[in-house]
T-cell receptor, first 115, second 113 residues
């Protein structure tokens, strides 16, 4: 069974440029998360989807960040325009909620460097 | 708001030692607690998940325990090996409110030969 797939793995852009990250969760997982991880820190939630509905997005900087989850499967996270402080790793995770475990599975992450 | 703390922040030990990593949380109303491993430049790999009704889980040389009343979990690594070198993170999912998994900052482990 394929795990959570993210792309691109690495992205280097100039400040003020746009960038987009893509995530394909584990097949059948109804809940999808985008986390931000800075060096030496634990992941911090940006947004959580239940199927196609964003149910937790209070930590998403909505002036420059946007996300969507089409048909409750793949998701895209966009930043426009990027700032120097956005340099970090963007992690996607998925889980099957409503089951006994609700175990969380992560992708490899997308590392963003803003110059 | 749930707060998760991991102690120690870093640990360096010789090969063969038995280790205990600690995770504490402020709100005992949890749904589950999950331990992860993260290698440099990689994503998080799930190691063990403990449901709120469970006291411990074991996988190979790893054993995780949960004490909700005291807000603590420990990850025990037996007979450590250099390949165990990584950062270990715990995540606590609340059983009320937003049900968001909240992470600690992790413990960076180095096992030297």
């Amino acid at each position: 069974e394929a795990g959570v797939v993210q792309s691109p793995r690495y992205k280097i852009i100039e400040k003020k440029q746009p960038v987009a990250f893509w995530c394909n969760p584990i097949s059948g997982h109804n809940t999808l998360y985008w986390y931000l991880q800075n060096l030496g820190q634990g992941p911090e939630l940006l947004i959580r989807y239940e199927n196609e509905e964003a149910v937790d997005d209070s930590q998403l900087p909505k002036d420059r960040f946007s996300a969507e989850r089409l048909k409750g499967v793949d998701s895209t996270l966009k930043i426009q325009p990027a700032e120097l402080g956005d340099s970090a790793v963007y992690l996607c995770a998925s889980s099957l909620e409503g089951t006994l475990t609700g175990e969380l599975f992560f992708g490899e992450g997308s590392r963003l460097t803003v110059l | 708001k749930q707060e998760v703390t991991q102690i120690p922040a870093a640990l360096s030990v010789p090969e063969g030692e038995n280790l205990v990593l600690n995770c504490s949380f402020t709100d005992s109303a949890i749904y589950n607690l999950q331990w992860f491993r993260q290698d440099p430049g990689k994503g998080l790999t799930s190691l063990l998940l403990i449901q709120s009704s469970q006291r411990e889980q074991t996988s190979g040389r790893l054993n995780a325990s949960l004490d909700k009343s005291s807000g603590r979990s420990t990850l025990y690594i037996a007979a450590s090996q250099p390949g165990d070198s990584a950062t270990y993170l715990c995540a606590v999912k609340a059983s009320r409110g937003s049900y968001i998994p909240t992470f600690g900052r992790g413990t960076s482990l180095i096992v030297h030969p």
